[in-house]
């Protein structure tokens, strides 16, 4: 497994502790879970560059569809998240 408690205290701070997809903040009732962006029932990896935090609520709506089909249906879509989760998901920060 190439994924390390550090990798996803990085992806989460670069999240701000939101949900990368709604921006919902984990607190108490909201807890963050580890979202494969592109499923491993596709083929996706464990790795940093695809595993964003995602509220439970996210997770299991976007459950194996493709992250940009699943996302740009959203009432919470918003272009700039999709750019930050691009950014996260090319390694590019």
Known sequence: DGYSFEDWKDTV???RGKCAYCERPQSRSIK???????????????????IVPSCE??????????????YVKQKFYSDDRMDK?????????
């Not at 963050?32 to 695809?50: A, C, M, Q």
């Not at 609520?57 to 699943?70: L, P, T, V, Y």
């Not at 989760?85 to 920060?93: A, N």
């Open 13 to 15: 701070l670069y999240f």
């Open 32 to 50: 963050l879970t580890k979202d494969h962006v592109i499923p491993v029932s596709k083929g996706g990896l464990t790795v940093r560059e695809n």
């Open 57 to 70: 609520r996210c997770n299991s709506s976007k459950s194996d569809s493709d992250f940009e089909e699943w």
């Open 85 to 93: 989760i691009r950014r996260w998901c090319d390694g590019s920060v």
